[in-house]
């Protein structure tokens, strides 16, 4: 018989494995979970369920079954400790997913070889269009850890509706929001997180207060967090100080089969180093607004959400770090440089899901557009600038349909088409890189060569349209009581980043690659288009779990710096090197073929009541296809081994971190290889009582010094660490965090 419309209460929170549901569901309500994701939005504090508000509050909502695999894992913060302030290292915790580490408050998401804008970060399904060129303020910098609820990746394809292009995947942050009541009295909830660490004398201070009642929500956050230098065993990354200060405020309404919610956040970032960078963050004001409507009918569900981001930053290169020195071409104070850039944007989504006999339909139209301005300047030369991004435009229009349909009562699928029309522009660029007004000599020969590229650039077709089809299907087949087999197919594409297209000076304005090489855009550059393949199982047998899964993925066009071929480009990079900036032999972003392919699996074995072992492990590689060479900051093979301990008030973890060497490295983007190695850490989580938990951890146990391949080279100058050599891991670091509900 096919599988129709199920009940299925809302019970625990399924992905991550930390936890165990207080009511076993079936296994198809877990599914049904799983397919519903979206619908599971505001999760209650799980510390402060009990069976009696469960029954009360679990509405009787209509669930459709479809035979599935786990596609997502999610990592709750309540559920795990963590150290860092940066929410993206918990990505390192997922099968498959990785950060490329430019700094503690700059953490780009990696997915199976592929990282920065090809994946998709949301915050409370709002996308995040950072103000950074280099990705300073990268997407997860806008979800603290302290006020972060759960973070969610999705395993292998991700289906269309997730986000515009997801062509190497989709992360989605959710912070805290509150809860509604149960009656028509108000009470008053919250949270405080505070933390503290010794590797670098890091604190955190955060409190989430909610006034609610059945209809009404009335929420707000605030948190202060800093921290000096990093320690790493045998000296400090200079700078890797960070001070951060984020401010809440937000209200839902439930009436009926409706909500809607409106949210304002303000990030205010001060000093925080990114050595692995040219420069470091003086500061990043961040305004974001996000808005939602939710109507739950008998039989669909539509959403329309709204949200704008308006973000300031501004870098330098001589606030954190040392400046620049003088040298034989070049006076110290010529080569100060301050960096403006800001953001903004904004965009919606609306979506109507019906639920059908057999499944679900799902249409959706979407829009997101950003621009972005960056002016370089130096304070020691007032008509020096560089017009490094002028107002460029991405405008993203996009319209999906998906079907999640039961074939059989033991064979699924989830299909979908979605069509993405693209729209990019940028105004005109300058710059004048002669501050003195000379008339001979290298700022003089320089300045011409750049005027020479701005003429270039002016004159070449900014104006670009794209229109991008992309597609998946993922079929599930129930193989018997334990095990669902699973094949995926896509076909994702992307635009290139703005950066990709309009860098038109030889910068290292590249959305974090921090590979130290200079690049130049690129207008002409066509959209990536990626063919992928993923197969896999989920074993489950209660004690025993086990989701590997292997994928493929073809890339055509794949955006990728290659050496520049443009005479007057190479000879600005030349003449900038020879005076002690950047360096000669600068790249284009140009599109090639690359190929990915890969295995990941996570698993957990009960051995017993109190002892749960588990493993993720990850293997990618990243090829170029049109030459012999491996693409460039890929995480090296990786598992963790942990073995988790049940007390009856607290639970404990020993934990292995195991890296490969990695020496499959880009010559083009001349990488350096890095040596495996393995580190211990300890945790524990204990319940003071119903509403206080503490915790307590150390991270590299025995203070192993290593290199963390995806933190890039070291860029300041630091008596410990050579310019350009690898960053180092970090040392031995103690930390605990308390956390208080009310
Ligand atoms: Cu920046």
């Given amino acids: 018989m096919p599988l129709t419309a199920t009940s299925c209460r809302r019970y625990g929170v399924f992905g991550s494995t930390m936890i165990a549901p207080i009511v076993e569901p079936t296994l198809k309500c877990i599914r049904a979970f799983i397919m519903k994701k979206f619908t599971i939005r505001s999760l209650p504090f799980y510390i402060l369920m009990s069976s009696a508000a469960m029954a009360q509050d679990a509405p009787q909502i209509q669930e459709i079954t479809v035979i599935g695999v786990r596609d997502t894992h999610t990592v709750r913060t309540d559920d795990t400790l963590v150290a860092p302030p940066d929410t993206a290292q918990l990505l390192r915790r997922m099968p498959g997913a990785n950060i490329n580490k430019n700094g503690e408050l700059t953490g780009i998401a990696q997915y199976r070889g592929m990282y920065g804008d090809r994946i998709k970060v949301s915050v409370n399904g709002a996308p995040i269009s950072g103000a950074g060129p280099n990705s300073m303020d990268s997407p997860l910098h806008y979800a603290p850890v302290a006020i972060l609820e759960s973070l969610t990746i999705n395993r292998g394809i991700a289906p269309v509706s997730a986000a515009q292009e997801s062509i190497g995947g989709y992360v989605e942050a959710i912070t805290y929001t509150g809860e509604f009541g149960t009656s028509s009295d108000f009470s008053f909830d919250g949270r405080t997180y505070f933390g503290a660490q010794s590797v670098n004398e890091g604190t955190v201070a955060s409190g989430f207060f909610s006034l609610a009642n059945r209809d009404h929500i009335f929420r707000t956050f605030v948190m202060q967090e800093q921290a000096d230098d990093l320690d790493f065993g045998s000296g400090d990354i200079i700078p890797s100080e960070y001070e951060r200060e984020r401010f809440d405020l937000g209200y839902s309404f439930r009436g009926g089969d409706h909500e809607f919610s409106l949210d304002f956040a303000r990030n205010n970032t001060k000093d925080a180093g990114t050595a692995s960078l040219p420069m470091d963050i003086l500061a990043i004001d961040s305004d974001l607004l996000r808005s939602k409507y939710q109507w739950s009918g008998a039989d669909f569900n539509f959403t329309a959400e709204f949200s704008a981001s308006d973000n300031e930053h501004w870098m330098t290169n001589y606030h954190l770090r040392r400046p620049p020195q003088d040298n034989m071409m070049t006076a110290g104070a010529m080569r100060y440089r301050r960096n403006w850039a800001v953001s903004e944007s904004y965009g919606f989504k609306l979506k109507l899901e019906q639920l059908v006999d057999n499944g679900t339909w799902l249409y959706g139209l979407d829009r997101h557009t950003s621009s972005h301005r960056s002016t370089i300047t130096n304070p020691n030369a007032g008509p020096f600038y560089i017009s490094n991004f002028n107002d460029t435009d991405k405008d993203v229009l996009g319209a999906f349909i998906e079907r999640g349909i039961s074939l059989s009562d033991r064979t699924g699928l989830d299909a979908g088409v979605r069509i993405n029309r693209i729209s990019m522009d940028s105004e005109l660029v300058s710059a004048n890189l002669n501050p003195m007004g000379a008339t001979s000599g290298m700022p003089f020969m320089i300045n011409n060569l750049a005027g020479m590229l701005s003429n270039q650039f002016n004159g070449s077709d900014l104006d670009q349209t794209d229109n991008n089809v992309d597609w998946f299907a993922r079929f599930s087949i129930e193989a018997g009581r334990n095990t669902t087999w699973y094949a995926g197919a896509a076909r994702k594409t992307r635009s290139p980043s703005y950066q990709e297209r309009y860098l038109w000076l030889p910068l290292e304005s590249t959305g974090g690659l921090a590979d130290g090489k200079t690049y130049v855009g690129n207008p002409d550059l066509d959209p990536e288009v990626a063919h992928e393949l993923e197969l896999g199982f989920d074993w489950e047998s209660g004690s025993y779990n086990i989701y590997p899964r292997v994928f493929y993925k073809e890339v055509s066009d794949y955006i990728q710096g290659t050496p520049a071929t443009n005479p007057v480009v190479n000879n600005f990079a030349m003449m900038m090197a020879s005076m002690g900036m950047g360096q000669p032999n600068p790249l284009q972003f140009d599109n090639v073929d690359s190929t990915f392919y890969g295995f990941d699996v996570e698993a957990d074995f009960k051995l017993n009541d109190r002892f749960t072992l588990r493993a993720v492990a990850s293997i990618v590689r990243g090829e170029r296809d049109d030459i012999n060479d ?48 393995s580190i211990f850490n300890l945790t524990a989580r204990i319940n003071l009582s119903t509403n206080i938990e503490i915790g307590l951890g150390i991270e590299n146990l025995f203070d192993k010094e290593y290199e963390d391949h995806l933190a890039g080279y070291n860029r300041a100058f630091n008596p410990d660490i050579g310019l350009r050599d690898r960053m180092p891991g970090l040392g031995r670091n103690f930390y605990g965090r308390l956390m208080w509900y009310f």
């Fill in 630 to 677: 491996n693409l460039y900051r890929i995480a090296p093979d990786n598992i963790i081994l942990a073995l988790d301990y049940q007390g009856s008030n607290w639970v404990g973890t020993f934990e292995s971190v195991n890296y490969a060497d990695q020496n499959r490295v880009s010559a083009t983007n001349v990488e350096k290889k890095t040596d495996g190695y």
